[in-house]
């Protein structure tokens, strides 16, 4: 984290001055926004599940009434579900956890900036001065509200200072948190909503986590709470595009499916529709075998005329005879006549 922290600090502290309060904050926000980017495929693969899922919901809803008393019964059905449909509850949680130990990662990399300190990680005593020196309007990225104020004007900030700055931003973070969930909220499915459980704990979390990010901006550094903001931030925007993305792959699906249908054979009237390919086949070995009798007795037949044409167009004194054409005759006459010589000849 100190690592990312400080290469977007060399950016934006070019442009703005390394001791500006913004271009520490912007280095807090793309930190975020890099680490985000990091974590887009495992969120892809998240919303992907979780569109499976809902697809199949009836069906968790039906084993959980059907094994309603037997838990470990309706786990191995549960798990058997999950692997036919190809869901993997587990990458479903994965960005979520993944966020975690780099929250607390940051957390610990803007402690370890104090007057005190000549090094923070990757960061030198020139990156520890140029962090204590930088302020949004008075306020310290690196303190928060409920310090002593002794030790805020150590840094170089007052209480009130803190609270100008420090309580806009949690509000703003406060605001972000309740529309990204429900935002989330409004894409989910009425089969997973139809659960009692999963509908009482999103309408649950929707109102508890704004209400947490308020008031622990109190007792957080004023980065922590730019970390929050553009969190969610991030995620709003992220939800939208992933959203869009996902429904035209299920579009497309829908699509390909509906052409399928329309491609296959349709059953006569009176017909059973298991019957439709089995009738198809029948009827193309039937034009299979038919085409090649054909071309057998047109063989056959243009050898035995050609012949019979060479020995009968002239008797042996030499006179020509005239001979009636011989009629074509059918495969199927043809094996009838073939069968009667044979009996004439037993």
């Known amino acids: 984290m100190s690592a990312i922290l400080w290469f977007w600090h060399r950016v934006f502290g070019t442009v703005l001055g390394p001791d500006n309060g913004f271009a520490w904050a912007l280095s807090v926000f793309f930190l975020v926004f890099t680490l985000r980017v990091v974590l887009l495929k495992p969120a892809i693969s998240q919303m992907r599940a979780g569109r499976k899922m809902a697809k199949f919901s009836p069906q968790i809803q039906k084993l959980r009434e059907k094994h309603k008393n037997d838990k470990q019964r309706m786990a191995q059905e549960m798990q058997k579900l999950q692997s ?18 780099v929250f607390l990662s940051l957390f610990h990399v803007l402690r370890g900036f104090t007057p005190q300190a000549q090094n923070n990680y990757i960061f030198d ?26 030790l805020l004007e ?23 948190t309740f529309v990204t969930m429900r935002m989330s909220m409004k894409r989910q499915t009425d089969a997973s909503m139809a659960n009692p459980q999963t509908a009482m704990m ?41 959203s869009n993305k996902i429904d035209r792959e299920q579009e497309r699906e829908k699509q390909k499916e509906m052409a399928a249908k329309k491609d ?25 075998s038919e085409s090649e009798a054909e ?52």
């Open 264 to 288: 296959a054979p349709r059953p006569k009237p009176g017909q059973k529709p298991g019957q439709v390919k089995k009738d198809a086949e029948e009827e193309t070995s039937e034009d299979e």
């Open 154 to 176: 150590a840094f170089g900030t007052t209480r009130l200072n803190m609270m100008a700055v420090g309580i806009p931003l949690m509000v703003i973070a406060s605001i972000a």
């Open 125 to 150: 005593r020139a990156g520890v001065e140029s962090f204590i020196n930088a302020d949004i309007f008075g306020a310290k990225l690196g303190n928060w509200l409920t310090q002593p104020a002794a």
């Open 84 to 101: 036919e449909h190809g869901v993997n509850p587990i990458g479903g949680c994965l960005p979520a956890l993944l966020q975690i130990p």
């Open 202 to 242: 999103g309408k649950f979390m929707m109102y508890v986590a704004p209400i947490g990010t308020l008031f622990s901006g109190w007792v957080l550094p004023i980065a922590i709470v730019l970390y929050f903001m553009a969190n969610n931030i991030w995620t709003l925007g992220q939800q939208h595009f992933l």
């Open 295 to 346: 071309t057998g007795s047109t063989s056959t037949n243009g050898s035995t005329s050609g012949k019979a044409a060479a020995g009968a167009g002239q008797r042996t004194d030499g006179r020509q005879v005239n001979r009636r054409p011989q009629q074509k005759r059918r495969p199927g006459k043809q094996a009838a006549s073939a069968k009667k010589s044979q009996k004439k000849r037993r």
